[in-house]
């Protein structure tokens, strides 16, 4: 059984920065994929970025490249989302999944089988 647990969310305005963290119960967490995703309100989940089990692959939407930068320390069972420059657009409820199965879970959702409650990111403009 994995728990994840995520934090940093809060409301900045447009142009501002955010850094999300979610940290992960387990012995095993370095041999996880792990991923971000976001839901807006009335919107379907959306996936944001995903990072390999040894961090060494990344993979990004195309709406966040450039902006949005995820990592993990697997000495601390953390991955990481760093936020630039945000949008209006990028206000949602922020969640961090892992897939125990894949070294890299990627995009598709049902890779993922454990998820955290969320953190919620406002951006006003």
């Known amino acids: 059984q994995v728990q994840l647990v995520e934090s940093g969310g809060g409301l900045v305005q447009a142009g501002g920065s955010l850094r999300l963290s979610c940290a992960a119960s387990?012995?095993?967490?370095?041999?996880?994929?792990m991923g971000w995703f976001r839901q807006a309100p009335g919107k379907e989940r959306e996936f944001v970025a995903a990072?390999?089990?040894?961090?060494?692959?990344?993979g990004y939407t195309d709406s966040v490249k450039g902006r949005f930068t995820i990592s993990r320390d697997n000495a601390k069972n953390t991955i990481y989302l760093q936020m630039n420059s945000l949008k209006p657009e990028d206000t949602a409820l922020y969640y961090c999944?892992?897939?125990?199965?894949?070294?890299?879970?990627?995009?598709?959702?049902?890779?993922?089988?454990?998820w955290g409650q969320g953190t919620q990111v406002t951006v006003s403009s």
């Open positions: 990072i390999s089990s040894s961090g060494g692959t990344t």
């Open positions: 999944a892992a897939d125990s199965t894949r070294y890299f879970g990627g995009s598709y959702y049902p890779n993922y089988d454990y």
């Open positions: 387990g012995r095993t967490f370095s041999r996880y994929g």
